[in-house]
């Protein structure tokens, strides 16, 4: 799907993303507290206008590659939302059939290459899945989202310079949400202004609002479409926060309240229905009718993963080498 801004569809659909992502958190959070979920749950709250700006760019058969906290991305990018849940509680209905957890997962159907919990290291899968798709000659793209933590990595470096050299059509988004686990960006990085760090590499960097979706989607389109047409990579930084702490259950002894009330004042949902509504796109009464169906959605995803299976213990190494993998492709 290209986004086209005049078209209500498109910005309705965009809506309906934010929602979804904000609301399957809010609920993830809840199930943690309740000990439904196993390991760790990293959300994206705050950020999803990221996500959602980006993928409204992409087609089906690009690629994204993904973080820890990376389930904004894969419902940006289109996956199941059930097979989501299901995944994240570890059952044999997940998208990745209960091995991948929150921070494993993929869907090669859609694109999504794959959470992960290396930091940062979607970049390098990227720059192979750039590498294959100039092997392969078609017109895809792909789309590598990593953190602010994440660009101080050397192997973020390999990437860039690797896709710079050969061109590669290779999008790089940084998500500035300002920390990396408990520490702030101050403390860890050497400049300010981390697009510096594309133009290190001859890469063209621009730097975004993350939180203002009509932003997002109208800068990362041209580095798409630059990408698509042969022109290369591009680094977008978006400056975002998020809202909530490393992760679930994070004391967050870093921060103060008042910093995070602060940035809570500019959170991408009321900020684009602000913008729905001053460009006339919705009558009123939509957004509670949204949210209501997107509640729907979420808890229709919580029953199918609460009343699915475990994995059979005794398949524990299926889909571990590759010619088991065949009904994954
Ligand atoms: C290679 C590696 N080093 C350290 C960690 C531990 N770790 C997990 S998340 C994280 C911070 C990542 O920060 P950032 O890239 O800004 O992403 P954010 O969590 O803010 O989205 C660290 C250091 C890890 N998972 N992988
Ligand atoms: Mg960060």
Known sequence: ????????????????????????EETLEALFAEGKIPGFVHTYIGEEAIAVGVCSNLRTDD????????????IAKG?????????????????CK?????????????????????????????AGAGLSIRRRQTDQVVTCFFGDGGINKGTVHEAMNFCSVKKLPVVFV???????????????TSVSDLSARGVAHGIPAVTVDGNNLIEVIGETGNAIDKARAGLGPTLVVAETYRFGGHYVGDPQAYRSPEEVGDRRLKDPIPMYEAYLESQGLVDSGYFEKEKEAVQELVAAAVSYAETSEYPNPESATDYVFADSMQDHQ
């Open 63 to 74: 690629y994204i590659t993904s973080t820890h906290r990376g389930h904004g991305h894969a």
């Open 1 to 24: 799907m290209t986004f086209d801004v005049e078209n209500r569809n498109d910005n309705l659909e965009a809506y309906r993303k934010l929602l979804l992502i904000r609301c399957f």
């Open 98 to 126: 209960g091995r991948g957890g929150s921070m494993h997962v993929a869907d090669f159907s859609k694109g999504i290459l794959g959470a992960n919990g290396i930091v940062a290291a979607g970049t390098v899968i990227a």
């Open 79 to 95: 996956i199941d939302l059930n097979g989501l849940m299901a995944e994240v509680f570890g059952k044999a209905t997940g998208i």
């Open 174 to 188: 940084c998500e500035n949400n300002q920390y990396a686990q408990f520490t702030s960006r101050e403390r860890t």
